[in-house]
């Protein structure tokens, strides 16, 4: 069956990075636009980044432009997101979640994402 795992979560101190990874496997990776999405505490789970099927195109959210890059290997099956200048206000769980066709009109819609992976914690201290 399909199944996303990430990684690369951890404490980090503001104005630090870390690079998040999500492996897929049970699905033609290649043929799958990705997305991070994350969720802090007592929040809605929001929009980080997309990127399409084969890298061409890459999507963010205005909160983390600028500081996070999204990429993907696909002869290693794994999605990357590189971030940087971390703040405390980016604390939270990222998911990486795909969908076959890449909707260019509603990507950051949460509910049209049906393949998670479990998440990874991303602590920013101040």
């Known amino acids: 069956q399909v199944q996303l795992v990430e990684s690369g979560g951890g404490v980090v101190q503001a104005g630090g990075s870390l690079r998040l990874s999500c492996a897929a496997s049970?699905?033609?990776?290649?043929?799958?636009?990705m997305v991070w999405f994350r969720q802090a505490p007592g929040k809605e789970r929001e929009f980080v980044s997309a990127?399409?099927?084969?890298?061409?195109?890459?999507y963010y959210a205005d909160s983390i432009k600028g500081r996070f890059t999204i990429s993907r290997d696909n002869a290693k099956n794994t999605l990357y997101l590189q971030m940087n200048s971390l703040k405390p206000e980016d604390t939270a769980v990222y998911y990486c979640?795909?969908?076959?066709?890449?909707?260019?009109?509603?990507?950051?819609?949460?509910?049209?994402?049906?393949?998670w992976g479990q998440g990874t914690q991303v602590t920013v201290s101040s």
């Open positions: 990127i399409t099927w084969n890298g061409g195109s890459t």
């Open positions: 049970g699905l033609t990776f290649s043929s799958y636009a």
């Open positions: 979640a795909a969908r076959r066709v890449f909707l260019y009109n509603d990507y950051t819609n949460k509910n049209l994402y049906t393949t």
